[in-house]
Structures are given as structure tokens and as C-alpha cells.
């Protein structure tokens, strides 16, 4: 596989799992707080909702800190190291 197709699918696994989650615990909250209504509001909106509204505006800010601070991101084949070799007695 290509970096561009592990990077894809690791981001969209990374998105998704995270919005899953927070969609849940809204889902527990909604669910206790309202107690006698019949639905406690739709999954997917709220996945949609997390992604957009919450992750994407994070990911960008703190991809752009990462800018300002100078990280690399390699996506350069891999290097060759030289095998460390084991110490005999």
C-alpha cells in the first residue's frame, strides 16, 4: 500500500472512531435528561456533527500548531539503518 492510502485510511478510522464515541456519550446524556421523551435524537446527525463541527476545527488547529512549531512529516521512503549487533561474552 502507498503512504497516501495507509494515511487515508488511518485518518478517516481515526475521525470516525473518535466521533462514534462522543456521539454515544451524547446519546447517554440525551437519553438521561430526557426521560420521558419517546427518541433520543439521531445517530448519524450527531456523528456528522462531531466530525465537522468538533474534530476538523481541532485537527486543523493543532496541525497548524505543529506547522509553527516545526514538526516534519517524512513521506520519503524508509531509511536503511545499520543492524545493531549483539554483544558476545
Do not use: E
Amino acid at each position: 500500500m502507498s503512504y497516501l492510502t495507509q494515511m487515508a485510511g488511518l485518518t478517516m478510522h481515526n475521525f470516525v472512531s473518535a466521533a462514534t464515541g462522543i456521539a454515544l456519550a451524547i446519546a447517554l446524556i440525551r437519553g438521561f435528561a430526557r426521560r420521558s421523551a419517546k427518541t433520543i435524537g439521531n445517530f448519524w446527525v450527531d456523528m456528522t456533527r462531531t466530525v465537522l463541527y468538533v474534530l476538523m476545527p481541532l485537527s486543523i488547529v493543532v496541525g497548524l500548531f505543529f506547522v509553527w512549531q516545526g514538526m516534519p512529516q517524512n513521506l520519503g521512503l524508509t531509511s536503511k539503518r545499520p543492524r545493531w549487533k549483539a554483544a558476545h561474552n
